[in-house]
Structure formats: structure tokens, C-alpha cells
């Protein structure tokens, strides 16, 4: 079945220090890949997104590339901000035979902590 | 707009005891979900229906059941909770030919 995997955490950066948070997965047919972030007390918020190979999601400076050959969809941001602390999930949507239900199979997160 | 919206934010269950987690969304979407989250685990499918009328099985459904009472509304039933089932559990909905899904803030059972 598919699957999502992502590094180990918690990370802890300081201020403006650079981000990258590995995933790879593991899918059959071409699923779509997606970055959700949580922060505290709250539920998932999607961070940014990719449909197919090569192509590039970012939002809020946070980027991710969707390589195929490679099947990694890492999480990138050049100077992170305290506000950036939350937890962050890898996810992929369900693809078979051109139809989705979207169901959605997460990594396990990755707690994120920027200090000043 | 409320987006989505779970009830209880917070419940204490006895081993055995049952109950109803509530999901709505007002956002007119088809879709909808209910997952578990344990830490260390990400979030896991519990049941899902992709349209009004139909639910399906996710990747985690022994023990629950689930009610698409129309379209707005998707609740999660426990009937006999066990302490396995101590998580935090968010209800997302999605409108059908896209692939965000918009997520509840979530509510958060303990069994004893």
C-alpha cells in the first residue's frame, strides 16, 4: 500500500536559519503530494501542494518539488521564523487509474521549534 | 463561513461506554473524512464517504461506525470504547474534483 515517510524530529533551528524536512513515499499510480502544517491547538492547514512530476509547490516562503525519480517531495525554507513553529506532514492522495476519493496517507510529522 | 466544525472539543470516556463525535461543514462540499492522530503515527483514515448516501472503510475502522446523516454532516460513533481509541480525532472535507481537504479543529478523547 502506499506509504509516507518522513525524517526524524523534533528540529529545532534558530531564527532565520535554513529548513529542509526530508519525505519520501512510496504510491502506486501518480498520486498528489502535499505539505499540511498544524500548529498548536489547532487542526491541519495545507501548506502547499504538487500534482505532478517536477512540479513546484511553495506558499508563505516554504517551498517542495515533487521528484519522481527520486519519489521525495522535501520541505524547504531559506530563514525560518519563530512563528514557523508547529508541526509539519507529508501526505499523498490516493491515484488509481486516474481516480482519486482523496484519501489522504500521512507521514509521521515532524515538530518544528524556531527559537528567537 | 465556520469552515469545518467538530463536537466536543474534549470528552472523558469509561472503557465501555459509547459515543458520537460530530462533524459539519458549511463549505457545500461532497467529501468527508474522519482520522485519528497518535503521536508518532501522522494521521490515519478512519472512514470516509465521498459522496452523500456512501461511507467506506479507511486504513483504521475496527471499532467505529460512521453516519453520513446528509450532506453537511459525517458523525463518528464509538459503541464500546476501549483505551486503544485515546487519540485526537479531526473530521476534513473536501469538494469533489479537487484535492484539498479542509481539516476541524479537531477533538480530543481519552478512555479510561
Known amino acids: 500500500g502506499d506509504s509516507v515517510t518522513q525524517m526524524e524530529g523534533p528540529v529545532t533551528l534558530s531564527e532565520e536559519a535554513f529548513l529542509t524536512i526530508n519525505c519520501t513515499y512510496t504510491?502506486?499510480?501518480?498520486?498528489?503530494l502535499f505539505w499540511y502544517v498544524q500548529y498548536p491547538g489547532e487542526g491541519l492547514q495545507l501548506l502547499l501542494k504538487?500534482?505532478?512530476?517536477?512540479d513546484k509547490g511553495s506558499n508563505k516562503g516554504f517551498e517542495a518539488t515533487y521528484r519522481k525519480e527520486t519519489t521525495s517531495f522535501h520541505l524547504e525554507k531559506g530563514s525560518v521564523q519563530v512563528s514557523d513553529s508547529a508541526v509539519y506532514f507529508c501526505?499523498?492522495?490516493?491515484?488509481?487509474?486516474?481516480?482519486?476519493?482523496?484519501?489522504?496517507?500521512f507521514g509521521q510529522g515532524t515538530i518544528l521549534t524556531v527559537h528567537p | 463561513n465556520a469552515g469545518v466544525t467538530q463536537t466536543p472539543k474534549f470528552q472523558v470516556l469509561k472503557t465501555g461506554q459509547s459515543m458520537t463525535l460530530q462533524c459539519a461543514q458549511d463549505?457545500?462540499?461532497?467529501?468527508m473524512y474522519w482520522y485519528r492522530q497518535d503521536p508518532g503515527m501522522g494521521l490515519r483514515l478512519i472512514y470516509y464517504?465521498?459522496?452523500?448516501?456512501?461511507?467506506d472503510k479507511g486504513e483504521v475502522p475496527n471499532g467505529y461506525n460512521v453516519s453520513r446523516l446528509n450532506k453537511r454532516e459525517f458523525s463518528l460513533r464509538l459503541e464500546s470504547a476501549a483505551p486503544s481509541q485515546t487519540s485526537v480525532y479531526f473530521c476534513?472535507?473536501?469538494?469533489?474534483?479537487?484535492?484539498?481537504?479542509?481539516f476541524g479543529p479537531g477533538t480530543r478523547l481519552t478512555v479510561l
Open positions: 476534513a472535507s473536501k469538494l469533489q474534483g479537487t484535492d484539498t481537504q479542509y
Open positions: 504510491a502506486t499510480g501518480y498520486p498528489s
Open positions: 504538487a500534482t505532478k512530476a517536477d
Open positions: 501526505a499523498l492522495s490516493d491515484q488509481i487509474g486516474g481516480t482519486s476519493y482523496g484519501k489522504l496517507t
Open positions: 463549505m457545500n462540499h461532497n467529501s
Open positions: 464517504s465521498a459522496s452523500e448516501g456512501t461511507t
